[in-house]
């Protein structure tokens, strides 16, 4: 299975839970959006506690629930491809805090939060955020990174301000029956 998910906000380097918070909540309803599309629709009883024998998706830190797509529960990984768009100049990667720690807060704002201190003191999820929806459920079933990327043109408020383009490809560690209904090849 391969989609594409887009964020355009802040990316700071080392973030706080709170900051990798509002870029998951940002991403929520792009990922909500999956559960409808073939193949993961045929298995949404995984996010349903509801469902006997379902739920297997569903992670809780702190009373809070969190939903993943990319679960060990179906052996699943993901190969991510990331279009960065970034303020200043082609060639300076390091503005606005160097890529290695920018993209460790947007590995960390794409899984359900590891702990409790991931998870911000006063967040209160709204109604439709429960559960809130993430592309994974640990940031170590990313295989492979690849990252582009390029100067943002026109006015930008800070030098944390990114637009990304996050291309996903899921793919097994494991064949099982179920991955026929929404893996490619």
């Not at 629930?65 to 990319?70: D, E, I, L, Y």
């Not at 990313?142 to 100067?151: G, L």
Request: glycine share 6%; aromatic share 6%.
């Amino acid at each position: 299975m391969r989609f594409t998910l887009f964020y355009d906000g802040d990316l700071p380097p080392n973030g706080n839970a709170a900051q990798k918070n509002d870029i998951r909540a940002a991403l929520h309803p792009q990922i909500k959006d999956l559960w409808a599309d073939p193949g993961l629709s045929e298995i949404k009883d995984v996010i349903d506690p509801n469902v006997t024998n379902g739920g297997q998706h569903l992670t809780t830190r702190n009373g809070f629930t969190f939903a993943s797509v990319v679960h060990r529960h179906y052996h699943l990984r993901a190969r991510i491809n990331i279009f960065m768009q970034r303020s200043g100049p082609a060639g300076h990667l390091i503005d606005g805090g160097d890529i290695d720690n920018r993209l460790k807060t947007l590995f960390d704002a794409l899984a359900v939060p590891a702990n409790q201190q991931q998870i911000p003191q006063r967040w209160n999820p709204a109604p439709h955020q429960a559960p809130l929806h993430c592309l994974l459920e640990d940031d170590r079933l990313i295989t492979s990174v690849a990252v582009d990327t390029e100067r943002l043109l026109g006015p930008v408020p800070n030098q944390q301000r990114v637009r990304l383009t996050i291309r996903v490809h899921l793919h097994a560690a494991k064949n099982i029956y179920a991955h026929q209904l929404f893996l490619t090849p």
